[in-house]
């Protein structure tokens, strides 16, 4: 970042840096956003780390939560990594060696893994169940002849899909930018 930010770097490098740099500023580093940011992210931390020790306590593990947190902080840190065969990788690599680190057995870290996996998958459904709902019943408005504002936007238009008006929310052609 150093390097993109003393202008050696490439124009596009160095514009994306400082952007993400303002973007700092402006939240992270701001008096009214940064300490709710802050606290945001702690309590998410907090949770991760629960179904952490709610995953380890169901496969058996006995150690106690203060000797689950390093564990668990590998973990996390390690799903982080967007890389991963059918679902398996990071997470459960770094848990099982953080695990056989802390002399509890990397089984038991690779058990773990699989059980917080399968806790936050659980976590996740009331989501996708919210998604299905709204989904279904922007079907049911579509079905009943009800459209958005968008949808008038587009009935109203007579132009071709590539020449509409970019105010439209449709694709424009290079032409009409």
Known sequence: MLWARRGRGLPRVRSAVLAVLADARATLLSRGLG????????????????????????????????ELVLPAVAALLAMAVPANAAGWGPREAATAAAFGAAGLGAELGLATAVGYGALALVASLPGAVVLLVCRAAGQRRADSGGSAPKDRAREDSTAAPLDADAREGRPTTPEAV
């Open 35 to 66: 300490p709710r940011v802050a606290a945001l992210s702690a309590a998410v931390l907090a949770g991760h780390l629960v179904l952490f020790v709610v995953a380890a306590r169901t496969v058996g593990v006995a150690a106690s939560g203060t």
